[in-house]
């Protein structure tokens, strides 16, 4: 049999270099590989596997709908697509709104893009109208629209997000604020101003939206409290959707439902975006949903666009059955309480080491700890989005004594799945303890 290695184009890698391990299994928070180790997954793999690996809900909820009904286009009705639908409408409180299925997030957000610039009439994503504004040092996906709206330097090359009606402005980086603020909350309603300004300088009737994360990304950045509410005060004032980025935050993954749902009201956005923790990634699938105003614009209308496998009858009968197991397992208030743990012993690690600049997150199990060469000066170990050597031998021998950590950068990212358990995490943070005071000893 071929090696993987030589039959299969892997993605975000060089690849002459990939020489991963093979999952064979798993169970809970840990990975099963074909030579037997078990490895604790600290990053939920890409953030998605929010309820572990083969929880047996899912599985058995996959099992019993294909025995059902494999697969019917969204021309026809399906069940568990309907029931899911409502779920997420109930969840989310967008009574009265609508739900489209994607089959991921980066077409989750290409196809909320389309969908706010066919409901505000501003269709083409030219100069003449249909602007979407963006944030630099964001991520929205790998196809070229959420390429062009990513603020990601891995990327910009290969996209002209003039060409795709995309604007950017500066993130809510509190740490190392664009604005020049050493004050999180300041930096933050700076963050916010800036999408008013811009929205302004372009004329809110040629911007059809603003996407944005509202809390965890591939990116490291946690915005401060004070943005995500004046963000959609801003938005709404001028009449331009907002469309929360929610693929990663969504489903317990920053202590809610939706991470947009610390603010209560006030930070209700039009559209969301989901995929990952959606189906705890045991099948893909992706949504936008919409809120009332936006879905009322469109009931008259042609929706012109779909792929085959959007509201797959096997991958919504898993979301369904996430829905259920994050509810009666009460897997939301878990994540909730042990974020906040969680982010507590981080805080206790960066008393001890100086490599530590900053650690922030914690609403749910997501939290960042950003390495620095000088705590004063915050100047980074290695320019971003490069990542220090030190910090790549530390990954390795953490993989080499059973656990699996995600980098980025400079940055450690800490996403385990909610059902890891209490003893399974303290031993995973000892662990980078130890390795922080062998890799980058004072």
């Known amino acids: 049999m071929m090696a993987e290695r030589d039959s299969v184009l892997h993605s ?12 064979v299994g798993g169970e ?99 100069g003449d109208g249909g602007i979407v504004i963006a944030r630099d040092r964001s ?17 910009r090359v290969q996209v002209d997000p003039d060409a795709f009606g995309v604007e950017h402005v500066p993130p809510p980086y509190a ?19 800036a999408v008013a300004q811009r929205i302004d300088a372009l004329g809110a009737g040629r911007v059809a939206a603003v996407i944005v994360e509202p809390n965890a990304g591939s990116n490291g950045i946690v915005a401060p409290d004070s943005y995500w509410p004046a963000l959609r005060e801003h938005t709404a004032q001028r009449g331009v959707w907002l469309i929360a980025d929610e693929v990663m935050s969504a489903f317990g993954r920053c202590g809610e439902w939706f991470a947009w749902q610390r603010h209560g009201e006030a930070g209700r956005p039009d559209l969301m975006t989901l995929a990952k923790g ?13 809120s009332r105003d936006v879905a009322a614009r469109l009931q008259h209308e042609t929706l012109y666009t779909g792929l085959t496998y959007c509201g797959h009858p096997l991958a919504c009968a898993a979301g369904l059955a996430a829905l259920q197991a994050y509810e009666e397992e009460s897997l939301i208030e878990r994540s909730r309480t042990l974020g906040a743990a969680l982010l507590s012993q981080l805080q206790q690690l960066q008393q001890r080491h100086a490599v530590i600049g900053d650690v922030r ?10 390495l620095v060469a000088d705590r004063n000066s915050r100047e980074p170990l290695a320019p971003w989005p490069q990542t220090p050597a030190p910090l790549k031998a530390l990954v390795d021998e953490a993989m080499a004594q059973g656990v ?22 303290a031993d995973a943070v000892a662990l980078l303890d130890r390795l922080l005071a062998r890799h980058f000893p004072h």
């Open 28 to 126: 809970g928070a840990r990975l099963r590989l074909a030579d037997g180790r078990q490895i604790l997954d600290m990053s939920s793999l890409a953030e998605c596997s929010n309820l572990g690996h083969q929880h047996p809900r899912l599985v058995a909820a996959i099992r019993e709908q294909a025995q059902r009904l494999c697969f019917v286009t969204n021309a026809w009705g399906a069940t568990p697509r309907a029931e899911l639908a409502q779920a997420l409408l109930e969840r989310s409180g967008f009574e009265g709104g609508r739900v489209f299925f994607t089959l991921a997030g980066a077409d989750a957000n290409e196809h909320a893009v389309k969908i706010a610039r066919q409901a505000s009439g501003k269709l083409r994503g030219t």
């Open 404 to 425: 699996s950590f995600a980098t980025r950068g400079n940055l450690i990212l800490l996403a385990p799945p909610l059902v890891i358990e209490e003893r399974e995490l």
């Open 361 to 370: 997150g914690g609403h749910g199990l997501f939290a960042v700890v950003e």
């Open 278 to 290: 959606l189906t705890g990634a045991a099948l893909p699938l992706g949504a936008v949903v919409l």
């Open 12 to 23: 975000w890698s060089v690849q002459a270099d990939w020489d991963a391990p093979t999952v």
């Open 175 to 193: 740490y190392r604020c664009p604005f020049g603020s050493r004050d999180a909350a300041q930096c933050g309603e700076l963050a916010a101003d």
């Open 139 to 155: 991520y929205h996906g790998a196809t070229h629209l959420a390429m062009a709206m990513s603020g990601d330097t891995r990327t």
